[in-house]
């Protein structure tokens, strides 16, 4: 089914892998539901957002954290669909792309939050790296089906793919190695599917930058969940407060309007109201967003590129001001380092037996079937390596723990017990 929406083309809805089957559900809505009820959108239920996951009930993980991005992904579409001058009823940005750009948005994030995927990329750092947004694209186009050796991808629409690629750097472009936010050196077909004879620009901060309007929504609806969130995550967990807040103010040189965001958060604090508080704050990021007309080498091939979004300064600065506060007072603490300390070596470890064990063949046949199946026709190191690293990646953060229980405590596990 195509849509009537003109503000999309059969350029847009173009699948990589070719036709697929269609419905009653148009492009953008397969690709959300097909998107949904793949294992690894379930997975994320059980992958730490800031707390490990599972460890009380009312803590955000992925699961909960992509949902939230959707909902507010989807608010901000409606209120540019019924506000923006530039946009009417046969010309309108789609809700079910922007649902399903943000429910992808972590789809590739390992276990143990962004420690997991800084120690992945450190693992990787010779065999092309890893990077949780490169990863989701990997997911997305060519691992999310199939079992052994049969592989594939999601075939999504161009739109969709689009929507989801916040880097479009590859590692190989860079002068050194960046930590996050590129491209793996073979994903550079991908770019060519979705910028096709287009001359990207070379430099790969300007290459980053260009962006679809859905996926500057998806990257807007993220930092307003997270930024929120944290906060309230990090009351809940005893690591913000009121006082605490108002120490950490002391060493800041915030601006006016910061200042004024910050007297507003420490009221709610001291009130114990910052459900209420944060649901109106969401309403406000959702409307300080604005449609705007953009030229750059890619506004040509789709609307998708001929618009982009603005958001307006005091909210950008009331976010930027919760996630230094979270930064801060959360993320540094010592509980938290510990538990980003303990992820790191639990990840390096189970790395470093799968690759001597089922690559450089010191005996033990250690991996599950299927990815033993994987490994044994992949033809280089390099290959093997980033099927491992697929293998790690997709773990929850307890199935992490689980394995590496039964590898490295004598004392753990049964020979019954699933690996």
């Known amino acids: ?11 847009d809805y173009t699948c990589p892998d070719g036709p697929r089957k269609t419905d009653f559900r148009t492009p953008f809505e397969i690709d959300r539901d097909r998107l949904i009820h ?5 997975r994320l239920q059980a992958k730490t957002q800031v707390f490990l996951s599972g460890e009380y009930d009312f803590y955000r993980s992925r699961l909960t954290h992509s949902l939230e991005v959707a909902q507010i992904g989807r608010s901000i579409t409606r209120f540019l669909n019924r506000t923006s001058q530039d946009l009417d009823s046969g010309f309108y940005l789609d809700e079910s792309l922007v649902e399903a750009c943000c429910l992808a948005h972590d789809l590739g994030h390992p276990p143990f939050g962004h420690a997991g995927e800084k120690s992945l990329h450190k693992l990787m750092v010779t065999f092309g790296g890893f990077e949780g947004n490169a990863q989701t694209l990997r997911l997305l186009t060519s691992t999310i089906y199939g079992e052994g050796s049969d592989r594939r991808g999601l075939n999504p629409t161009r739109g969709f793919l689009d929507g989801i690629l916040k880097y479009k750097a590859l590692l190989s472009s860079f002068q050194e190695l960046p930590k996050n936010h590129f491209l793996y050196p073979d994903q550079a077909p991908v770019l060519d599917f979705l910028y096709p004879g287009i001359s990207l620009p070379s430099a790969p901060k300007d290459k980053n930058g260009l962006k679809s309007v859905e996926c500057q929504i998806m990257d807007w609806a993220d930092d307003t969940a997270y930024s929120a969130n944290d906060i309230i995550d990090g009351v809940q967990a005893g690591f913000i407060s009121h006082d605490r807040v ?3 103010a002391e060493g800041q040189n915030l601006d006016p309007e910061q200042k004024q965001a910050l007297d507003d958060l420490a009221r709610q604090l001291k009130k114990g109201d910052l459900h209420r508080f944060f649901s109106k704050k969401m309403g406000d990021f959702i409307q300080s967003v604005s449609l705007i007309p953009v030229q750059n080498s890619v506004s040509s091939l789709s609307n ?16 930027s001001l919760y996630k230094k506060i979270a930064a801060d007072l959360v993320f540094i603490s010592p509980q938290l380092q510990q538990f980003e300390y303990k992820g790191n070596m639990m990840l390096n470890r189970l790395f470093s037996a799968l690759m001597e064990e089922e690559v450089k063949g010191k005996g033990f046949k250690i991996a599950p079937p299927a990815l033993r199946q994987r490994l044994l026709l992949a033809e280089t190191e390099a290959e093997k390596a980033r099927l491992i690293c697929d293998y790690l990646a997709g773990m929850t953060d307890k199935f992490a723990t689980r394995m590496y229980k039964r590898l490295f405590d004598p004392d753990f596990g049964s020979i019954v017990d699933l690996i």
């Open 1 to 11: 089914m195509t849509p009537e929406n003109l503000f999309y083309s059969e350029f």
């Open 38 to 42: 793949t294992s690894a959108f379930r």
């Open 304 to 319: 998708r590129w001929s618009f982009g979004i603005t958001v307006s300064e005091p909210a950008v600065k009331t976010s």
């Open 246 to 248: 108002m120490v950490w």
